[in-house]
Every structure is written in C-alpha cells, then in structure tokens.
C-alpha cells in the first residue's frame, strides 16, 4: 500500500500524455470518473473513523446518558466532519473554512439549547477524532491506530470507570421548613434520605418561601446504576419540555 501510495505521488498525468503514456482513471470534464486508489483509502478511513466513534458513543456515552438524540448528532458530526475534511484535502482546500462553516452553524442553531459539559465534551472528541482521522492522510494506519486508541482508553478510564466517581444532583420542593434552619442540616439530611431513598451526601438549601412554607433544596447523591437523569434540574412543570 505505501510503495503504491509514493509510486500515484511520483506519476504525473501531464508528463504521461506527453510521452504518449496513458493515464488509468478516465476524466469527464476535467475531473476523474473514478480513482481507485482515492476511493479505497477514503473508504477504509471513513469505515475506520466511524467504527471508532461509534464506539465511543455507543459504549461510553450512550451507556449512561441514554439521549437517542445526541447519539444521532453525534454520529451525523462525525459522518459530516470527516467527509468534509477528506474532500476537502483533495480539493486542496484551506481547512480553517470547514472549521469556520461549523462555527457558524453551531452559533446559529445550538444557541437555542444549553448543552451540558458532558455533551460538549463528547462531541469535542467526536470533532477532533474525524478531523484527525480525515486530515493525516500521510500517517500511517499503525499512527493512526494508536492515536485512536488512546482517546478510547482516555475516556475509558475517566468515564468507563469508577476513578471519578458521579456525583448526581436533585432539585426537590421540601415542605418541612423548620428543617431548613442553620444546625438542622443532619436532620434535613436524614429527612431527604427516608424520603427520597437515595444515597445523599450533601444538601443545599436554596429559595425559601415562608408564605407557603416550602423551599427548594439540592441533594447530591451518588446513583446506584451510574446512569444520568437528564431532568435531574428540572424545577417546574414548564421546565419539563422532552
């Protein structure tokens, strides 16, 4: 594969129509009806690429976020990204427009939703592998490989497993406001933790209402499952929109 990689890089189709040689792939309108080896490369890559993402998404993210709607965008960023890129490589085309057209669109559409740091994060990686994955196309497979691997590894290490442990977060409307007093905070604890049934470690209590005697406190409890509630914040009904 490299020999036949130096030996395309090496051969000029100008210089062969010159000296009456032929030129292997057939053109229409100046642009090539098929080229086998651009095709294949891109090919094994793009098959490569999404595998990888979709490792990660599915096994890593999915596992405890279960959001059916980031996994599609993900998977679609990753598809777009590195199709973009790889095209745009052989267009020899300046990379900074690709990176500013999804700028763009992220300021215009994704402004309408607050992303939380997880999702973000995720699609960061998601980005940057297709980015990678489609621009070094003079790495070789092993680098390439290698590279991957580790940002598997990385984030198996930091999410897959129980070195940081997750923390969730609870917004409740509590009713017993004399538990809400400075020095009642075991109380308040043990109150939540029969109520609630959850492993709480901490709590927080935030707006009072003595008018209707209740308060909004914030439980920080470790699940038991690891997954991620996605309405763990939500404080009134209308807040509810999934």
């Given at each position: 594969?490299?020999?036949?990689?130096?030996?395309m890089?090496?051969?000029d189709?100008?210089?062969?129509?010159?000296?009456?040689?032929?030129?292997?792939?057939?053109?229409?309108?100046?642009?090539?009806?098929?080229?086998?080896?651009?095709?294949?490369?891109?090919?094994?890559?793009?098959?490569?690429?999404?595998?990888?993402?979709?490792?990660?998404?599915?096994?890593?993210?999915?596992?405890?976020?279960?959001?059916?709607?980031?996994y599609?965008?993900?998977?679609?960023?990753?598809v777009?990204?590195?199709?973009l890129?790889?095209?745009?490589?052989?267009?020899?085309?300046n990379?900074?427009?690709?990176?500013?057209?999804?700028a763009?669109?992220?300021?215009?559409?994704?402004?309408?939703?607050t992303?939380?740091?997880?999702?973000?994060?995720?699609?960061?990686?998601?980005?940057?592998?297709?980015?990678?994955?489609?621009?070094a196309?003079?790495?070789?497979?092993?680098?390439?490989?290698?590279?991957?691997?580790?940002?598997?590894?990385?984030i198996?290490?930091?999410?897959?497993?129980?070195?940081?442990?997750?923390?969730?977060?609870?917004?409740?409307?509590?009713?017993?406001?004399?538990?809400?007093k400075?020095?009642?905070?075991?109380?308040?604890?043990?109150?939540?933790?029969?109520?609630?049934?959850l492993?709480?470690?901490?709590?927080?209590?935030?707006h009072?209402?003595?008018?209707?005697?209740?308060?909004?406190?914030?439980?920080y409890y470790?699940?038991?499952?690891?997954?991620?509630?996605?309405?763990?914040?939500?404080?009134?009904?209308?807040?509810?929109?999934?």
């Amino acid at each position: 594969m490299l020999l036949l990689q130096a030996m395309m890089q090496d051969f000029d189709p100008e210089i062969a129509r010159e000296f009456g040689g032929g030129v292997a792939a057939a053109d229409f309108l100046g642009v090539p009806v098929f080229d086998a080896m651009s095709f294949w490369t891109t090919i094994v890559r793009f098959a490569f690429n999404l595998l990888v993402c979709w490792l990660i998404i599915h096994f890593f993210y999915y596992k405890k976020a279960n959001r059916k709607d980031y996994y599609f965008t993900f998977m679609m960023f990753s598809v777009v990204i590195f199709l973009l890129i790889t095209l745009m490589e052989n267009m020899k085309m300046n990379i900074a427009f690709a990176l500013g057209l999804f700028a763009i669109f992220g300021m215009i559409r994704y402004r309408t939703e607050t992303i939380k740091i997880r999702e973000m994060t995720y699609l960061f990686v998601v980005m940057g592998l297709s980015i990678i994955n489609g621009q070094a196309l003079t790495a070789s497979y092993v680098e390439l490989l290698v590279v991957n691997v580790l940002v598997i590894l990385s984030i198996w290490i930091l999410d897959g497993t129980n070195l940081l442990s997750h923390t969730a977060t609870k917004i409740i409307l509590y009713d017993k406001i004399e538990n809400t007093k400075h020095g009642r905070e075991e109380e308040l604890k043990a109150d939540l933790i029969e109520r609630t049934g959850l492993d709480i470690s901490r709590v927080e209590v935030g707006h009072i209402d003595y008018l209707r005697d209740v308060a909004y406190v914030k439980v920080y409890y470790r699940p038991e499952d690891g997954e991620i509630n996605t309405i763990d914040n939500v404080t009134k009904l209308k807040d509810f929109n999934e």
